[in-house]
């Protein structure tokens, strides 16, 4: 078989081999180079649902979710105020923004840090602010210990009223706080009264015993000035081994400023008195009432079933009386049987 000779190439061919395999024509050869692989882009899946239209419902709960997860500063924590009746607002101990009611003791109480076991104190409580426009009002003191006594006094204008404490000889020695109460429809806290109870005082014996005008002397108001009288006095404390047993005093024996003898003797009053030290002015009705009227007989003479607390027995007259009448000295004779 015979080859086929290829015919060599020409002078022209051989220069358009060489000019295309130059750059450009004239630089120089360079090997060709494989282009850089990007790498592969991730797109993310988009759903026709991806982004819904914000509604008022989903940003409330936006808002709802936000705040649970990044709560707000906390504040001190605060008691839900008491829903009382606006008429008459409840009196907290001294912690309420509504003015408080005075709380006056009658009288002043004594520098002595204790009220003696088997004594009594007055106190005065105005809450008329408070309770101007009350009807029907009623006082009620509770918390007291066991054997102290209260009694309330209404006074003249709603929201005042006076309170009486009696301790008992054998209370011990310690603080007593009280609560006073006002009802209208519901129970409110108006104040708390206070006291120390201190060693006990030495009841009432029987005997003869001399007063005078000058160091014994007490007044006493029943109701207006006219009502005042005074005169000497005995302090006689009867204690609850003494309850039930009878007391009998009597004027025995009289005498003006000068000596002379007074008679007829002159009227004697039994008085139970709220205060220590005994108050020397007692007044039994009104706003600074610290006194209750037992017995009074004109004759000089009195007799009464004993209960215990602190009394007076007072050889009392009329100011209106001449100097000449009245009685300076006194003795008075006590009898319990």
Same mark, same amino acid.
């Given at each position: 078989?015979?080859?086929?000779? #290829? ?16 750059? &450009? ?20 899946? #988009?759903? &026709?649902?991806?982004?819904?239209? @914000? =509604?008022? !419902? ?18 001190? @924590? ?27 003791? =009658? ?5 002595? *840090? ?13 809450? *008329? ?5 009350? *009807? ?24 005042? #009223? ?18 006073? !109460? &006002? ?15 201190? +060693?006990?005082? &030495? ?31 005995? #302090? ?40 220590? +030290? ?44 001449? !100097? ?14």
């Amino acid at each position: 078989m015979k080859g086929y000779r #290829v015919p060599a190439p020409g002078p022209r061919a051989l220069a358009l081999v060489a000019c295309l395999t130059l750059v &450009a024509c004239g630089g120089a050869a360079t090997p060709p180079t494989a282009p850089p692989t990007a790498p592969p882009t991730v797109r993310p899946t #988009v759903t &026709a649902t991806a982004e819904a239209p @914000a =509604t008022p !419902e989903a940003t409330a709960t936006a808002e709802a979710t936000a705040s649970a997860v990044t709560p707000e500063p906390t504040q001190p @924590a605060t008691a839900a105020p008491t829903a009382v009746p606006t008429q008459v607002p409840t009196v907290a101990a001294s912690t309420v923004a509504a003015p408080t009611p005075t709380l006056v003791p =009658t009288p002043a109480p004594p520098k002595a *840090s204790a009220l003696p076991a088997g004594a009594a104190q007055a106190y005065f409580v105005d809450a *008329s602010n408070l309770l101007a426009n009350a *009807s029907p009002l009623t006082w009620k003191v509770r918390d007291l210990p066991t054997g102290m006594q209260a009694q309330t006094i209404p006074g003249a204008v709603p929201g005042q #009223v006076s309170v009486l404490l009696q301790s008992d000889c054998e209370q011990a020695p310690g603080p007593v706080t009280a609560a006073l !109460e &006002a009802t209208v429809a519901e129970t409110f806290v108006i104040t708390r009264l206070t006291l120390a109870i201190g +060693p006990a005082l &030495a009841p009432a014996r029987e005997g003869a015993f001399v007063v005078n005008a000058g160091t014994d002397g007490y007044s006493i108001r029943r109701g207006g000035p006219s009502t005042l009288r005074s005169g000497p006095g005995l #302090v006689l404390v009867f204690c609850k081994t003494q309850t039930g047993k009878t007391l009998t005093a009597l004027v025995s024996q009289a005498k003006i400023a000068s000596g002379l003898p007074l008679s007829p003797p002159p009227a004697l009053s039994l008085i139970r008195v709220y205060g220590w +030290p005994t108050p020397r002015e007692l007044q039994t009705t009104g706003l600074s009432v610290n006194s209750v009227e037992v017995a009074r007989e004109d004759a000089g003479r009195v007799s009464v079933v004993i209960e215990p607390g602190v009394y007076l027995l007072v050889a009392d007259v009329s100011p209106l009386v001449a !100097e000449g009448r009245r009685p300076y000295t006194v003795t008075l004779s006590v009898e319990m049987r």
